[in-house]
């Protein structure tokens, strides 16, 4: 089954301890994506990752760092995370053309910064 | 950055209404593509359109890109309790590696 999987599902952690929260996807896409999601601001992008070993920032990436080493994972680290960082976190992955092709998304991350 | 505004933000209706959403934007999108966003999941994709004017239907549901593809509207016609969740709008402008998301239209049909 195509699919774009996350974990963990929900997370409590405390002011400045890092974390990383996983992103893998078993369709061979070259895009993938982090979004964060909070009330009445929409889904705003953190960084994404055109292939392999190139990623680029989105429009909130202060605060979060990303990898691209395989193709299939794309994991989103926060070095020291702040309460401002509690939020609703949504990886994605897409074929080219992008926004011409469906964009999958994971089923998220609840993550509570205290 | 917001690119895409979407309008309402909230919409409560009762089962049978009709209802449009709008997505607009002063930049023009070389693709759009509606989601629906139902509690605890990821968005998932409805429609995607690319050519100005153009219309597509998904049943009770129809979608039309501007002709100068710079907003989008989604029709629901005769609304059911099923069609409850957040609409979000994207699109992505030529030549763009990323895809812009709207704000959002959290829609509630009651019984």
């Known amino acids: 089954e195509a699919q774009v999987t996350q974990n963990p599902r929900y997370l409590i952690t405390v002011t400045g301890k890092k974390l990383t929260v996983t992103c893998s996807q078993n369709?061979?896409?070259?895009?993938m994506s982090w979004y964060r999601q909070d009330p009445g601001l929409g889904l705003r992008q953190i960084y994404y990752?055109?292939?392999?070993?190139?990623?680029d920032k989105g429009d909130v990436p202060e605060g979060y760092k990303v990898s691209r080493k395989e193709k299939r994972n794309f994991p989103l680290i926060l070095e020291s995370p702040s309460p401002n960082q509690t939020s609703l976190y949504f990886c994605?992955?897409?074929?080219?053309?992008?926004?011409?092709?469906?964009?999958?998304f994971g089923s998220g991350t609840q993550l509570s910064v205290l | 950055t917001q690119l895409l505004e979407q309008s309402p933000q909230f919409l409560s209706i009762q089962e049978g209404e009709n209802l449009t959403v709008y997505c607009n934007s002063s930049s023009v999108f070389s693709s759009l593509q509606w989601y629906r966003q139902e509690p605890g999941e990821g968005p998932v994709l409805l429609v995607t359109v690319v050519t100005g004017g153009e219309v597509k239907k998904l049943k009770r549901l129809t979608f039309q890109f501007g002709d100068a593809r710079k907003d989008s509207s989604l029709h629901i016609t005769a609304a059911q309790p099923g069609d409850t969740g957040l609409y979000l709008c994207?699109?992505?402008?030529?030549?763009?590696?990323?895809?812009?998301f709207g704000t959002g239209t959290r829609l509630t049909v009651i019984p």
């Open positions: 990752s055109m292939n392999v070993e190139v990623t």
């Open positions: 994207a699109g992505r402008t030529t030549g763009a590696n990323n895809l812009f």
């Open positions: 994605a992955s897409s074929s080219w053309p992008l926004g011409n092709e469906k964009l999958f």
């Open positions: 369709m061979n896409h070259e895009y």
